[in-house]
C-alpha cells in the first residue's frame, strides 16, 4: 500500500472544523495507470496538501472525515486539528493539476468509496 503523506500544515487560516461531529470516510484509491498518481486536497482557496502519492498497480486510502454537524469534509494535521476541505482530486505526477479528476465529496449522503484511477484523454479518469 502507499504511504500516505502527513499533514504538517498549520490549520488554514486559523479555521478549523470541531472534531465532535467527526466521522472517519475513507476513499480507497487504485492506480491503473502506467505512471504515479498523487491525490491533494484544497484547505484554503490558496492552499492543497498531498492525500497520498500512490504508484502503478499500488493503492491507498485517503483519510478523509465528515463532520456531520456541520456538513463539511476535513483532514487531519499533524496537530490532530481536523482542516476543512474545499475540495479534493487526483492526478497524474508532475502534472497533478492539469491531469486532476475531482474526488466528488457529496454533502448530502457522504459514504466511503473505492475508485479505480486510469487515465483517459488527457486527464484522469476514476470510477
Known sequence: MAALAVLA???AGGETVDPKGLV??????RN???DAIVCQAEIAH????DLASIAPDDHASLDLRFDTLSRVWAVMN????ALPVERAWCGVK???YETRWDLPLGRDQPQARRLDCRPEGPSLACR
Open 24 to 29: 472517519r470516510l475513507p476513499v480507497d484509491v
Open 32 to 34: 491503473s495507470g502506467p
Open 94 to 96: 508532475g502534472s497533478t
Open 9 to 11: 500544515c498549520p490549520a
Open 78 to 81: 499533524a496537530r490532530d486539528e
Open 46 to 49: 490558496w492552499f492543497a496538501t
